[in-house]
T-cell receptor
Framework: EAQVTQNPRYLITVTGKKLTVTCSQN?????MSWYRQDPGLGLRQIYYSMNVEVTDKGDVPEGYKVSRKEKRNFPLILESPSPNQTSLYFC??????????FGPGTRLLVL | QQQVKQSPQSLIVQKGGISIINCAYE??????FPWYQQFPGKGPALLIA?????SEKKEGRFTISFNKSAKQFSLHIMDSQPGDSATYFC????????????FGTGTRLQVFP
């Protein structure tokens, strides 16, 4: 089954404790992205990647890091999480067409 | 110039009625306008999309109307059903960088029987 998977689905952490949210896709897609979803703000892009070792900032990259060492994986790293990074995070991927396929989401609470 | 403005924020419709969600953009470089549907606890999923070379696109009960001169586009859901209850997002992007997808703020639709 073609899908984008994210782990963990739910995460509670404390300010400053480094964390990684993993994202993996099995569709051999070149392009992958990370979004955060906040009430009243819709989805805002954090980072995106056009292929292995090629990444670029989205609209809200501050406080986040990404890496793309393999085509199928695109982890999101929060080196020092803060409460304002409490949000619902989505990973997405797409092939050569425009359609983005979203993962199920990761709900993060930073205390 | 990067914003996509979406309205209304929430919408309540009777079963069988028409649901209409509107979006407006400013960046004239945008040339691909998808709509995403999101159910609670799930990620957004592409519902229907349009390019500015046509003024309307229909897929089943879902229709996008596009007004290039006004820089507006809208989603019409005909014969709305309780199963359509979800949050809908419009989005826009440019073919030059399809991964820079700009989303509207979302519309929560509730369809009552």
């Amino acid at each position: 089954e073609a899908q984008v998977t994210q782990n963990p689905r739910y995460l509670i952490t404390v300010t400053g404790k480094k964390l990684t949210v993993t994202c993996s896709q099995n569709m051999n897609h070149e392009y992958m992205s990370w979004y955060r979803q906040d009430p009243g703000l819709g989805l805002r892009q954090i980072y995106y990647s056009m292929n292995v070792e090629v990444t670029d900032k989205g609209d809200v990259p501050e406080g986040y890091k990404v890496s793309r060492k393999e085509k199928r994986n695109f982890p999101l790293i929060l080196e020092s999480p803060s409460p304002n990074q409490t949000s619902l995070y989505f990973c997405a991927s797409r092939g050569l067409q425009e359609t983005q396929y979203f993962g199920p989401g990761t709900r993060l609470l930073v205390l | 110039q990067q914003q996509v403005k979406q309205s209304p924020q929430s919408l309540i419709v009777q079963k069988g009625g028409i649901s209409i969600i509107n979006c407006a953009y400013e960046n004239t470089a945008f040339d691909y306008f998808p709509w995403y549907q999101q159910f609670p606890g799930k990620g957004p999923a592409l519902l229907i999309a349009i390019r500015p070379d046509v003024s309307e696109k229909k897929e089943g009960r879902f229709t996008i109307s596009f007004n290039k001169s006004a820089k507006q586009f809208s989603l019409h859901i005909m014969d709305s059903q309780p199963g359509d209850s979800a949050t809908y997002f419009c989005a826009a992007t440019s073919s030059y960088n399809t991964d820079k997808l700009i989303f509207g703020t979302g519309t929560r639709l509730q369809v009552f029987p």
